[in-house]
């Protein structure tokens, strides 16, 4: 099965056929033949990243690199010592992002079939959305951090373009969707600066942007490799530099052997840094990467805004996939986290703060996509956060879990959404008031839902289960892991991010639990509260199916990893698979035992906030629910409740602090610097007025009078001599045949000068 | 005992994509009998297909993914199977096949739709082929004969209009009395060599005797004379009148063949006789070949007088014929240059990748010429063009294309072309000749550009017809010009290996 590696290009070129396809032929194809045409690419490529992984498993995981062919020198300046390669990465990691990636938006790319069904860019939004996965393809299966860096900008590039997919929306709309998209896009170019920085210091540093040369495993793969009969838990971490690596290394293993020998010294030409710090800016850069791309303190202010895309690209692009994309890239980077404990300080901060901010945010919210937004970029925060503490398995293992439930979520909300609007054409159409004010995703308007699209209900209460962290839910194994493992992190290595974290993320999953239930019960349960609700109806098979199939792997994904010591489900499906799996790519996973106590706190905790949303939200309250929260009601809760739902003036505070300045400084530039001194004084006074003068000089005397007069005698002398040569052309083939002869006997002469002049001894 | 030898002994695959084109003619020659009048798109068709699938074996020996045959030399090194036999069949075969396109339509409209001009066709550009890989004097003889008389006739295809009639009278008494004197100069060599074999011919030159005065006298007059018979073919000065009359007399289709085919073919059988036959023939211990002097000196009259004459043309066909001249200068600069054996190679790759450039761009702009010609002939002055950029916007794009690349402006494949050349020339110390070429370069563009502007800035009728098939050549043409401009090393890639050197 080693050759099925060498399929791994197809990953990324079945979706980009299948794209060429739509953008050339889209128009003809109709609806049914785009979606065919999209969703199929989609789908071979899972299959293939399937492949992958069969011959992974039967090749003892050792991780290839992939030549494509004819691009292999993508960036080839020998004389400067530039090669970076465009090669694709096999291992582990980059298999499991693939097999994430390519099987949610393959569901996805389904579901929006039925969810775009009509639209008049039907075709273009199917090409984006294949795009998008080409670009995420290429991200994660690079093996260097230029083509992760494509990839990156190339997601960033779908995700605008699908934010402001719908920017000729009627009433204002419009409008507000495009403003989202760019702030997305200008949110993501802080990051980006700051990992394109990051990964600039980085070549300088290593001299190249390999993760791994071509046949070079990861340090600590040699270990794992060893001992392939027990899987290694907490895999010893090479402490002897290991020199019998012969030839070039990449990034990864050059950090290992230098970290290792200590005392290196980085040279930035004014001044040098020492290796270790060299570390601590490289991950703080790219921390602030991604910090963008996944929606974390302080820039994930674009995420909420976000969701005025379609929802299926809420759920593909802006919970499942793309802004997994920072927590991939630190996984990829984790030898570097890992020997920077300053920077994982602060990644563990940012990771847990942004998860119990996000959190509480949430809980204030009346928008059923901007509640799923805010969630999303709390459960990032878990794994940021999990990175942090060093648990980048538990980290990944929560991105792919996260991937299934929170795909459902958000396509679940998009078939309410889809019943709401179809409720309330009803109502329009049968003679109703038109209220021009109705939302369909307002959850004020909703209630009741339960009864009106019950496989929706149930799918969607199978997500939030999930997301709450209720055992056996894939939410329950993966937070708890993360749990674990920074109280680990506190307890065993003394380490104080540990606890802090902690901390946080407990009172994070606590929100967790009790928003999704509110959302649970302002959506699904007690009456419908508007006539749009209460003529709602179930969505079409094609969007229903996708999300059966996310729930029964939220349902059940989690036993791909479960801890050791667990009862039962252990002896089954084995130990911490995922984690020995991933170890063979990600050099310092490691996994975590199973703790009773801390399990069934969790859960607990879970089922006690589920227990309070239920009774601050019950039946009655839901009743005569208005336009104001129950607990905008109660003056204990009143001032947090609006806080939340003033966003905790997050957003005001960048308008007021950053870009309101920024614009009053843009108005003075621009009006006292630009206009008036620039281009009133030195552009007129200075430069214009003398311009004119030396033009004017140079124009009259020299142009005209020299130069042209030059030019037009020599045109003319041109000319004459032309006419000259021109009379012997004279159309007769007996001068033509002469001229020929002569010149023959011309060039003879010429070609014999030598030799005549040598008989005759001249 | 005389013993028949075998297809083997013959080595005829080395010489397959030649072969492969010659039988086909004779093939479609019967085949045409039966195809009625009406439906000769038929042998249209059957000629671009075996034009094709010469190309691409062509294609794949040049690019070395196939060996053909055993060796570099077939029929007892009468035909030499190279690198360079290789590309010059790339060449003429991309002009061919842009021929076929050109013509279709062309003929159908002016009521030449013949069958006889496809086979014709075919035959001279297997004998352009059968040059390019000439391994003895009598086949470049032979050849350059395959060559001419389908040319003949097809110049004046076009009858019984007058004009073309006697444009192939021309041509033809010409051509005769030119080829005299080339069997001459073949002659000669064969007389102070001993052989007519160009390997021996090197290996006899290496071994001339320093001071035999007589052999060198008859080897000296045999290259002059050789000079004088290709440099007919390719139109360099004084050999050139005939060119202005015949490319404006001749049906235009055929033009924008010829001007490519028939350099192409006198180019390659130039260097064959020349760079590969004696480059070692000195005299007195001099460091280039004794052929050289006179070659650039050819050279910088050709372009001198190609391009000053071409300035004040006012016939499209006609400029572009003094335009062919002055281009036949340039290449011949190339040769010259190979005449300083340490850049010979250099020089040989030089003049293949201007002939490349140079396919594209000419045929691309003869092809507009056809795309505006009115089914009479008439329209081919230089006012036709006039306000094409407003009529046909994408036509007038592409002429101007065209005509930024014969000028030699970087990024379209001429510059590149002239680039390479001039390069060549300047490592064979033949400055004075690059400077004349630059310099009469500049002076090109005033005709040239004086297109661009009548096509954009002057108002006009601008009619023109681009039926199919015409516009694809144009289109290829066109995006050949383009691409090639923009990334050069492609042509310098294919040229690389590229050497005349015998025993190198």
Redesign the interface.
């Known amino acids: 099965m080693e050759n099925f590696f060498d399929l791994v290009p197809l990953v990324v070129f079945v979706p980009l056929v299948g794209l060429l396809i739509n953008l050339f032929t889209g128009k003809h194809l109709g609806e049914r033949g785009v979606g065919i045409v999209a969703v199929g690419a989609s789908g071979i490529a899972f299959l293939i990243s399937l492949l992958l992984w069969l011959a992974q498993v039967d090749t003892g995981y050792k991780p290839v690199v992939v030549d494509l062919p004819l691009f292999s020198d993508w960036i080839s300046i020998p004389a400067a010592g530039v090669e970076i390669p465009w090669q694709f990465r096999v291992d582990t990691l980059s298999v499991t992002m693939m097999m994430a990636v390519t099987f949610v938006g393959t569901v996805i790319h389904l579901y929006a079939v039925g969810y775009m069904h009509g639209d008049e860019r039907f075709p273009r939004f199917f090409v984006y959305m294949n795009l998008f996965l080409v670009f995420m393809l290429i991200l994660v299966t690079g093996n260097n951090f230029l083509m992760m860096f494509v990839g990156w900008e190339g997601v960033g590039l779908c995700s605008y373009l699908l934010i402001g997919f719908w920017f000729d929306k009627p009433g204002g709309v419009g409008w507000k969707n495009s403003d989202a998209a760019r702030k997305a896009f200008i949110v993501n170019r802080v990051g980006d600066f700051g990992l394109v920085l990051g990964v600039l210091i980085t070549f300088w540093t290593f001299g190249t942007l390999d993760f791994y040369k071509p046949d070079e495993l990861p340090m600590a793969a040699h270990h794992a490799a060893e001992a392939a009969e027990e899987p290694v838990f907490a895999p010893e971490i090479p402490h002897e530099a290991e020199p019998h690596i012969e030839g070039p290394m990449g990034v990864f293993n050059q950090a290992e052997v230098w970290l290792e020998e200590g005392g290196h010294d980085v040279n930035f030409g004014m001044f040098s840094l020492s290796f270790e710090s060299t570390i601590t800016v490289i991950t703080l850069l790219f921390l602030l990467g991604a910090t963008g791309k996944s929606a974390q303190i302080p820039l994930f202010v674009w995420l909420p805004d976000a969701m005025a895309g379609p929802t299926p690209v809420s759920a593909l692009i802006h919970a499942a996939t793309m802004v997994t994309a920072g927590v991939y890239m630190m996984v990829r980077s984790n030898v570097f986290y890992h020997a920077s404990d300053a920077a994982s300080f602060v990644v563990a901060l940012i990771g847990a703060t942004t998860a119990i901010v996000a959190g509480f945010i949430a809980v204030g919210q009346w928008d059923i996509k901007r509640v799923l937004a805010y969630s999303t970029i709390s459960q990032l925060g878990f794994m940021v956060a999990a990175v942090g503490v060093g648990a980048y398995a538990a980290a990944m293992f929560h991105l792919v879990t996260h991937a299934f439930f929170k795909a459902l979520l958000f396509l679940g909300s998009g078939s309410v959404i889809h019943g709401m609007e179809h409720g309330h054409h009803h109502v329009a159409h049968g003679g109703h008031d038109h209220d021009d004010e109705f939302d369909p995703q307002d959850m004020r308007y909703m209630g009741g839902l339960r009864h009106k699209m019950p496989r929706t209900y149930w799918t969607y209460l199978f997500g939030t289960l999930a997301l709450a962290g209720i055992i056996p839910f894939a939410g329950f194994w993966s937070k708890d892991e993360i749990l674990l493992d920074a109280l680990k992190a506190g307890v065993d290595d003394a380490r104080l991010e540990g606890y802090l974290a902690f901390v946080l993320l407990v009172m994070a999953a606590a929100f967790t639990a009790f928003y999704m239930w509110r959302q649970m019960a302002l959506v699904f349960y007690g009456k419908p509260r508007h006539a749009a609700a209460e003529h709602a109806e179930e969505s079409s098979n094609l969007m229903v199916y996708p999300l059966i199939v996310l729930a029964f792997f939220s349902l059940v994904i989690g036993v791909i990893n479960v801890p050791s010591g667990f009862p039962i489900l252990g002896a089954i499906f084995g130990e911490h698979e995922f984690t020995s799996w991933l170890e063979h790519a990600v050099t310092y996973a490691h996994a975590a035992s199973f703790n009773v106590l801390l399990a069934s706190f969790a859960v607990v905790l879970a089922l006690v906030a589920i227990y309070v949303a239920r009774a601050i939200y019950n039946d009655r309250a839901l009743e005569t629910l208005g336009q104001q929260d129950p607990l905008e009601l109660d003056e204990r809760t009143e001032g947090l409740f609006a806080v939340a739902k003033a966003k905790l003036y997050w957003d005001d505070a960048y308008f007021k602090y950053l870009i309101f300045p920024y614009r009053r400084a843009a108005y003075w530039l621009a009006e006292q610097l630009d206009w008036r001194f620039w281009h009133d004084y030195v552009h007129k006074t200075v430069i214009q007025k003398n311009f004119h003068i030396a033009t004017e000089f140079l124009t009259q005397p020299v142009d005209k009078g020299i130069i042209d007069r030059g030019f037009n005698s020599l ?1 003319r002398l ?2 004459i ?3 000259r ?2 009379v ?2 004279t ?1 007769y ?1 007996r ?3 002469w ?2 002869l ?3 006997l ?3 002469f ?3 000068f ?2 005549i002049r ?2 005759l001894g001249l | 005992m005389f013993q028949v030898p075998s297809l083997s002994d013959l080595n005829v695959a080395a010489a397959l994509p030649a072969v492969v084109l010659a039988l086909g003619a004779c093939v479609f020659l019967v085949v045409d009998l039966f195809v009625p009048r009406e439906r000769k798109h038929i042998t249209a068709w059957l000629t671009a297909g075996g034009l094709s699938v010469s190309l691409v074996l062509a294609l794949l020996s040049l690019t070395d993914v196939v060996t053909f045959g055993d060796g570099e030399e077939a029929f007892f090194g009468m035909y030499i199977a190279d690198q360079f036999t290789d590309m010059v069949n790339v060449i003429v075969l991309v002009t061919s096949l842009l021929g076929v396109m050109v013509a279709y339509n062309y003929l159908d409209r002016t009521n030449m739709q013949r069958g006889e001009y496809y086979y014709l066709l075919l035959f001279t550009t297997a004998g352009v082929m059968f040059m390019g890989a000439a391994g003895d004097l009598v086949v470049v003889f032979v050849a350059l004969e395959l060559l001419s008389i389908p040319l003949y006739i097809l110049t004046g295809f076009r009858r019984p209009q007058e004009q073309s009639e006697e444009s192939a009278m021309k041509y033809f008494l010409l051509g005769a009395f030119s080829s005299a004197f080339l069997v001459y100069g073949l002659a000669l060599v064969y007389g102070a060599t001993g052989t007519s074999n160009l390997r021996e011919i090197w290996q006899a030159v290496d071994s001339m005797v320093a001071g035999d005065t007589s052999a060198q006298f008859l080897l000296l007059t045999g290259a002059g004379l050789s000079l004088v018979g290709l440099g007919f073919k390719v139109a360099a000065v004084p050999f050139h009148m005939w060119t202005p009359d015949v490319y404006q007399g001749a049906p235009t289709s055929v033009v924008a063949y010829m001007s490519v085919a028939a350099k192409v073919g006198g180019f390659a059988a130039l260097l064959r006789v020349l760079v590969a036959g004696m480059p070692n023939f000195m005299l007195d211990n001099g460091t280039s070949a004794a052929w050289m002097d006179v070659t650039w000196l050819l050279a910088a009259a050709t372009m001198i007088v190609g391009n000053f004459i071409a300035i004040v043309q006012s016939d499209l066909k006609r400029l572009l014929a003094y335009s062919s001249i002055a281009h036949a200068g340039y290449i011949l600069i190339g040769v010259a240059a190979a005449g300083v054996p340490r850049v010979a190679d250099e020089a040989t790759q030089a003049v293949l990748i201007y002939l490349m450039a140079y396919a594209f761009t000419n045929v691309g702009a003869f092809s507009v010429i056809i795309a505006v010609e009115r089914d009479d002939a008439s329209n081919t002055g230089l006012s036709s063009m006039r306000g094409l950029a407003r009529t046909q916007p994408l036509l007038a794009a592409a002429m101007a294309v065209f005509m930024l690349s014969l000028t030699g402006i970087p990024l379209t494949a001429g510059f590149v072309g002239k680039w390479f050349v001039f390069k060549a020339a300047i490592a064979a110390d033949l400055i004075p000749v690059a400077v004349i070429g630059v310099l009469t370069s500049v002076l090109s563009a005033y005709y040239y550009l004086r297109i661009v502007w009548m096509m954009y800035f002057e108002d006009g009728d601008g009619e023109a017809a681009t039926p199919r098939p015409l516009a694809w050549a144009i289109g290829i043409s066109a995006i050949g010009t383009l691409v090639f401009g923009f990334l050069p090393y492609l042509l310098s890639d294919m040229a690389r290996e590229i050497t005349l050197a015998f025993g190198g």
């Open positions: 045109g041109m000319q001599i032309a006419q040569i021109r012997i052309q159309g083939v001068t033509y045949a001229t020929v002569l010149g023959t011309l060039v003879v010429i070609i014999l030598p030799v040598g008989m």
